[in-house]
């Protein structure tokens, strides 16, 4: 079992920047694959980035390249999504999200297990 709890959501405005921190806690914590993942209002879920367990590797939305930064502190537990430049269509609930099953959750949401209750990021023009 793996248990998710975002936080550093906020309304900020156009250019702006914010971290999104993700707290895990569980056995598999840890050696979890980690992905964000956001949903805007009438949009499905739709992926962010991802990092290996390791921390090695990570990955991208094209939408969001070069301006939002995965990382993660193992000893910590969490996972981290900063976030720059930020623009109104990056208005979503931003989920953080674990997978237990390999070495990369990879960018399908059913890739990954468990999920935590979401935190809301609100980008005004």
């Known amino acids: 079992q793996v248990q998710l709890v975002e936080s550093g959501g906020g309304l900020v405005q156009t250019g702006d920047s914010l971290r999104l921190s993700c707290a895990a806690s569980?056995?598999?914590?840890?050696?979890?694959?980690m992905g964000w993942f956001r949903q805007a209002p009438g949009k499905e879920r739709e992926f962010v980035a991802g990092?290996?367990?390791?921390?090695?590797?990570?990955d991208y939305a094209d939408s969001v390249k070069g301006r939002f930064t995965i990382s993660r502190d193992n000893a910590k537990k969490t996972v981290y999504l900063q976030m720059n430049s930020l623009k109104p269509e990056d208005t979503a609930v931003y989920y953080c999200?674990?997978?237990?099953?390999?070495?990369?959750?990879?960018?399908?949401?059913?890739?990954?297990?468990?999920w935590g209750q979401g935190t809301q990021v609100t980008v005004s023009s």
């Open positions: 569980g056995r598999t914590a840890s050696t979890s694959a």
């Open positions: 990092i290996s367990r390791s921390g090695s590797s990570s």
């Open positions: 999200a674990a997978s237990t099953r390999g070495y990369y959750g990879g960018t399908f949401p059913r890739a990954y297990d468990y």
